[in-house]
């Protein structure tokens, strides 16, 4: 018997609609399984941190209810367990949204299980910090910090479900976590059975941005032709027993799964294919065989894996002043220079008006954006030298709003002093939000469960952990 772990959304603002398919696909084949949605980034939690911050009852995902309302009745129906790290900054907020659409689906008894411990925010000077980086020794003024959080591993989560949990409810987790969770629950895995616990873990890396697996940001028309991109299944993994891993997706959707899809998402994020490094274990990828069993189905074996690390990584989001942006586009014969030239003047304009220490690049669109540097040196093979049109971005970075605001309203200017044919002018300007990284002793992240059902607490916390 094989348990099967759907993946609903692989990123904050994915697509909302596409859990159902995954879900009608799970009860359809009435195996053991479990529903995730993975929703964080690196930044994220910042963005959390500060709606949280403007409004306690904030901070959470922004499309929670988006995400579970229409899969929320079946899952519970069918004892369908999902879990989310969509707690974002604020896990107990989420809980009360989700409550309430638990009721609003008539399962009053429908329990979520919390899982806290990960924020880390005010017990950042009493922690043994040690470097991810050379470049990043200390921490950011405490007055800049925003955020600081853990990478917490699949105990806590495994521990939740034990508990009952029909939803579990996280902030940050590693992603892999989410998958890794529920196959320990169901297989009771020991925690030092390190090629199973990679094998599970690398599950949940294949599945965890959600339809990268299955054609998402795959398509090459011509060279890798996806079909029903607009109706893309979102991906299912299969893991048996023993750690085999077979990919798939909802029959009748969109996409493909093949072993091109696979070895792209195996690899993306990976730094060292002998040591992908996460909270449960340590993977092992480079003996790693994937193979094409059938029409969207790629088995993945081979997985080692070694103990797991002693620190979790943990980072740190802080203020870093604002950023702002700005564009203005030319058209028609001679638009390369013509946008040149307006960042010439603008070079010049900012030398003579702003501060030294602002950070700008310029940009242009159709001809050099992503393969340029600041400079707007092009740095690979250059496309055709007379765009028909050129939009000429502005990014700008500084301490202080009043330099940033004042770059972009140069660029706003360029209407009637610039050069001819510009037009299209937006501008916008916002807090710039920095990283930094650590790595902290795991015995200094206790973590914490919190049962509750849709009609209010249902029992206690229990500290948990590894």
Same mark, same amino acid.
């Given at each position: ?16 609609? =596409? ?69 974002? =900054? ?110 599970? =873990? ?185 765009? =028909? ?78």
């Amino acid at each position: 018997m094989t348990f099967l772990v759907g993946c609903g959304a692989g990123f904050s603002g994915d697509r909302t609609d =596409a859990a159902e398919a995954v879900v009608d696909e799970l009860v359809r084949r009435g195996e053991p399984c479990a529903l995730i949605f993975e929703t964080l980034g690196e930044r994220t939690l910042a963005a959390a941190q500060r709606a949280m911050d403007a409004d306690p009852g904030a901070g959470y995902e922004p499309l929670l209810a988006d995400y579970l309302s229409p899969v929320l009745d079946r899952c519970l129906d069918h004892g369908i367990p999902v879990l989310g790290n969509f707690g974002a =900054a604020n896990p107990r907020a989420a809980c009360e949204r989700i409550a309430a659409l638990m009721r609003a689906a008539d399962h009053p008894q429908g329990r979520m299980a919390r899982v806290e411990g990960d924020d880390l925010r005010e017990r950042l000077a009493t922690l043994d910090l040690a470097p991810w980086d050379a470049e990043h020794e200390s921490l950011p003024a405490r007055d800049a910090i925003i955020a600081a959080n853990a990478y917490l591993g699949a105990p806590p989560l495994a521990e939740a479900l034990a508990r009952g949990g029909d939803v579990v409810v996280t902030g940050r987790v590693a992603d892999p976590a989410l998958a890794l969770a529920p196959l320990v629950n169901h297989f009771g895995w020991p925690w030092d059975d390190w090629d199973r616990l990679a094998a599970g =873990a690398l599950a949940g890396h294949l599945v965890e941005c959600g339809a990268q697996v299955t054609g998402g940001y795959f398509a090459d028309p011509g060279y890798k032709d996806v079909p029903g991109l607009a109706v893309l299944g979102y991906p299912i993994v299969e893991v048996d027993r023993d750690g085999g891993i077979v990919v798939t997706k909802p029959r009748d959707s969109g996409g493909l799964v093949t072993t091109q899809t696979v070895r792209e998402q195996l690899l993306y994020e990976i730094h060292d294919p002998a040591g992908y490094v996460t909270p449960d274990v340590v993977i092992d990828l480079s003996g790693v065989e994937v193979n094409q069993q059938g029409p969207d189905r790629v088995a993945v074996t081979g997985v080692r894996g070694r103990p797991a690390p002693e620190r979790l990584k943990t980072t740190v989001c802080y203020d870093a002043g604002w950023q702002g942006e700005a564009g203005i586009t030319y058209a028609g014969p001679n638009a390369l220079p013509r946008a040149r030239l307006a960042a010439e003047t603008l070079r010049e304009r900012f030398a003579r008006r702003l501060p030294a220490d602002l950070r700008c690049r310029f940009d242009y669109i159709g001809h050099v954006s992503v393969f340029g540097d600041d400079d707007g040196t092009l740095q690979s093979e250059a496309p055709p030298t007379a765009p =028909a049109e050129v939009r000429l971005r502005l990014a700008v970075a500084h301490t202080g709003r009043a330099a940033v605001e004042t770059a972009t309203q140069e660029l706003l200017a360029l209407y009637c002093t610039g050069p001819a044919g510009g037009g299209g002018v937006r501008r916008h300007h916002r807090r710039r939000v920095a990283t930094v990284s650590f790595l902290v002793p795991r015995a200094q992240v206790p973590t914490r469960v919190h049962t509750l059902d849709a009609a209010g607490e249902a029992a206690t916390d229990t500290e948990t952990g590894r």
